[in-house]
């Protein structure tokens, strides 16, 4: 499947498939592979193809649009092809790490980017709302098999109970919306986000929720953060990000059992 992939890039087209060095990345939504052709070892790209199983879930063409404007507000890497379906293919971004979180100055180089990125007053294709987020969690839920069903049922339930009425008055922003830690890249002084297909309009607190679970963040870095990314922040932003925290969480146990764990 690579080797018809490759033919159809301009970029690699040119070389013959033996030519070209292929090594496997980590992803859960996405295979990913880091393409490098050995008679230019600098020349090095992202070759990301969707896994079928979520393509009912992502707009790509609201993926596409989106990512554009990230990589203007430079907080994306620059995509160098992609096509409908989801394909594509993005520059390797030389010394990145995943962030080191126990360095305050790295959260503050996050919250910089949430900010550039919330901030920017640009308008995403797609929302993702109460509603939205209602639907998507049925959707996952029902994908899971009887057991997973049964374990996750009071989460599910109660989450479903808060999703009923507005957690929050701020407006939408254009966001992320999987900001965990394996979307985030750090290289020197700049962070990265990469992976953006399920980005949308969306409350801020979305964000901010699914990086402080995925980083494990407590509330007292949570807090600050908060102070951080969001204007005008009052004391009850924080229960309003915890019941985010909660529904993100709920969100992505589900998604996992769907998608990621076999079923029982």
Same mark, same amino acid.
């Given at each position: ?22 090594q496997i990345l980590s992803g859960l939504t996405n295979k990913n592979y880091l393409v490098t052709i050995p008679s230019d070892p600098k020349q090095k790209t992202i070759l990301r193809i969707p896994r079928e199983s979520t393509d009912e879930f992502i707009n790509r063409d609201n993926e596409s649009h989106n990512t554009d404007i990230a990589e203007q507000l430079g907080i994306a890497p620059k995509n160098l092809w992609r096509e409908v379906s989801g394909i594509s293919l993005t520059e390797y971004l ?56 049964? @374990?996750?049922?009071? #989460? ?5 109970? =808060? &999703?009923?009425?507005? $957690?929050?008055?701020?407006? !939408? ?40 679970? @995925?980083?494990?963040? #407590? ?5 600050? =953060? &908060?102070?951080?990314? $969001?204007?005008?922040?009052? !004391? ?29």
């Amino acid at each position: 499947m690579i080797a018809s992939v490759l033919k159809n890039i301009p970029l690699l087209s040119k070389f013959a498939f033996d030519e070209i060095k292929i090594q496997i990345l980590s992803g859960l939504t996405n295979k990913n592979y880091l393409v490098t052709i050995p008679s230019d070892p600098k020349q090095k790209t992202i070759l990301r193809i969707p896994r079928e199983s979520t393509d009912e879930f992502i707009n790509r063409d609201n993926e596409s649009h989106n990512t554009d404007i990230a990589e203007q507000l430079g907080i994306a890497p620059k995509n160098l092809w992609r096509e409908v379906s989801g394909i594509s293919l993005t520059e390797y971004l030389e010394n990145t790490t995943k962030p080191k979180l126990d360095k305050p100055q790295t959260l503050d180089k996050i919250a910089k980017a949430l900010t550039t990125l919330h901030n920017s007053k640009t308008i995403f294709k797609g929302e993702l709302n109460n509603q939205k987020i209602t639907k998507l969690l049925i959707q996952y839920f029902e994908k899971c098999s009887n057991k997973k069903q049964r @374990s996750l049922k009071p #989460d599910y339930q109660k989450t479903l109970a =808060l &999703l009923e009425a507005p $957690l929050s008055v701020r407006s !939408a922003v254009p966001s992320h919306i999987d900001l965990v830690q394996e979307n985030i890249l750090h290289q020197g002084e700049k962070v990265w986000f990469i992976d953006w297909e399920y980005s949308a309009m969306a409350s801020p607190f979305w964000d901010i929720a699914i990086f402080c679970n @995925s980083a494990e963040i #407590d509330s007292s870095l949570s807090e600050s =953060l &908060l102070k951080q990314v $969001l204007n005008n922040y009052q !004391a009850s932003d924080l229960q309003c990000l915890n019941h985010y925290r909660f529904i993100a969480q709920v969100v992505s146990d589900c998604w996992q059992a769907a998608f990621v764990q076999s079923p029982q």
